[in-house]
């Protein structure tokens, strides 16, 4: 398993962008493919985009293809997610969290991946 910490949360103002980090202390990070995953109150987590373990394939929800930007930095030990044009319905905790994988990633689904940490809060609101 990999512990991992979010950071990056905020509250923002629609239309406006957030830049969530992911960092891990465990040299093994480069084994495991990375997901961002969004939990609101009264709902499963949702997986929202995902990375393989050597950063050569990703997936996205479709509410937010065209809008997020899934990166990673395994020399830091680091996974990202660029959000932008965010609106209300961005508004939830966000969790990144892995699972060992090599190659391509096939599936973004919350069960797969743990533990899970703190998360970030991020808020969308005028």
């Known amino acids: 398993q990999l512990p991992l910490v979010e950071s990056g949360g905020g509250l923002v103002q629609p239309g406006g962008s957030l830049r969530l980090s992911c960092a891990a202390s465990?040299?093994?990070?480069?084994?495991?493919?990375i997901g961002w995953f969004r939990q609101v109150p009264g709902k499963e987590r949702e997986g929202i985009s995902c990375?393989?373990?050597?950063?050569?394939?990703?997936k996205y929800a479709d509410s937010v293809k065209g809008r997020f930007t899934i990166s990673r930095d395994n020399a830091k030990k680091m996974a990202y997610l660029q959000m932008n044009s965010l609106n209300s319905e961005d508004t939830g905790v966000y969790y990144c969290?892995?699972?060992?994988?090599?190659?391509?990633?096939?599936?973004?689904?919350?069960?797969?991946?743990?533990?899970w940490g703190q998360g970030t809060q991020v808020t969308i609101s005028s």
């Open positions: 990375i393989a373990s050597d950063g050569d394939s990703t």
């Open positions: 465990e040299d093994t990070f480069e084994y495991y493919a």
């Open positions: 969290a892995g699972k060992i994988q090599f190659g391509q990633i096939m599936s973004c689904l919350a069960p797969d991946f743990g533990p």
